[in-house]
Nanobody, 124 residues
Framework: QVQLVESGGGLVQAGGSLRLSCAASGRTFSWYAMGWFRQAPGKEREFVAAISWSAGNTYYADSVKGRFTVSRDNAKNTVYLQMNSLKREDTAVYYC?????????????????WGQGTQVTVSS
């Protein structure tokens, strides 16, 4: 069992930056691939970024490529999402997710555990 807790969300102006963190419980965190998804009001949840168990591979949605960076610190059981050059359309609840298979994926059903989410609001 893995429990995930996101933090770092908040209100930021367009063009600004935020760093989200996702702290995981469990001794096997380093075996899991981790993903970030988001859900804007009135929209379906969508893939944002993912990172493999070893951090050797990262994956991004086209909409965030070049602006967001996913990373992990297995010693701290934490995965991060650095978000730069934020746009209003980045406003959403951001969720982290863990996948027992150690390879990242953009497909929600591939993930086994989910956090409760953290709100990110980008103002103009």
């Amino acid at each position: 069992q893995v429990q995930l807790v996101e933090s770092g969300g908040g209100l930021v102006q367009a063009g600004g930056s935020l760093r989200l963190s996702c702290a995981a419980s469990g001794r096997t965190f380093s075996w899991y691939a981790m993903g970030w998804f988001r859900q804007a009001p009135g929209k379906e949840r969508e893939f944002v970024a993912a990172i493999s168990w070893s951090a050797g591979n990262t994956y991004y949605a086209d909409s965030v490529k070049g602006r967001f960076t996913v990373s992990r610190d297995n010693a701290k059981n934490t995965v991060y999402l650095q978000m730069n050059s934020l746009k209003r359309e980045d406003t959403a609840v951001y969720y982290c997710a863990a996948r027992r298979n150690g390879y990242g994926s953009s497909w929600e059903p591939d993930y086994d555990y989910w956090g409760q989410g953290t709100q990110v609001t980008v103002s103009s």
